[in-house]
């Protein structure tokens, strides 16, 4: 009997490079995202991705579990960074910089769909290279604590979104990781735009 081993990866251990683009359009016919104007986040500490699956059973021919249906619905993303300035929750929750670059946040603020590319690399020096295709992103947490004497109370602001199937072609996630021998052709590119399957 044939078998195939699975190729040996290295264990995730960084995250960085952050890159948006917000999402132009989804529809049946495509999705297509303002790649001219995509936005850079510095000083990413951790993206934690939360998978949203459904799970459907049934029971036949008086056995418990006859068939099992598992569907990925989306993601729930933490996004933990070292800071973030006006100008990130601008274009990520939808609110406004005034002319005097005080950033505006109201009831009404309505945040854009956006893809979100980043890269993870992992301890047998190969890096995963990722995109997130349509997520929206909502208010996160914020502490304020006084400084202490001798000590440093490091705050640093969590941002939260959802991540959901594209109308165009129902794709949530794109990754590929550098040991892949046919990942040299794309990885160089791989954040100029939002990866189109080819």
């Known amino acids: 009997m044939a078998s195939t081993t699975m190729r040996k990866l290295g264990i995730r251990i960084g995250c960085k490079d952050i890159v948006f683009a917000k999402m132009l359009t989804d529809e049946t016919a495509g999705t297509t995202y303002d790649t001219d104007n995509m936005f850079k986040v510095p000083g990413v500490i951790e993206a934690a991705l939360t998978a949203q699956t459904t799970s459907e059973n049934i029971g036949a021919d008086d056995i418990a579990l006859y068939e099992v249906f598992n569907s990925?619905?989306?993601?729930?993303?933490?996004?933990?960074?070292a800071s973030i300035g006006g100008d990130a929750k601008a274009y990520l929750l939808g609110s406004t910089e005034d002319t005097k670059g005080v950033l505006i946040e109201k009831a009404s603020d309505d945040a854009p769909?956006?893809?979100?590319?980043f890269k993870s690399e992992r301890s047998d020096g190969t890096t995963d290279y990722v995109w997130l295709y349509k997520g929206k992103f909502g208010q996160g947490d914020s502490t304020y604590h006084t400084k202490e004497q001798g000590t440093v109370n490091w705050q640093t602001p969590v941002l939260t979104a959802t991540f959901i199937p594209r109308v165009s072609d129902q794709a949530i996630r794109a990754s590929v990781n550098t040991g892949?021998?046919?990942a040299s052709t794309i990885i160089g590119t791989f954040f100029d735009t939002v990866y189109a399957a080819q």
């Open 180 to 182: 892949n021998s046919s």
């Open 72 to 81: 990925l619905d989306g993601f729930e993303l933490s996004l933990t960074v």
């Open 113 to 117: 769909y956006v893809a979100m590319g």
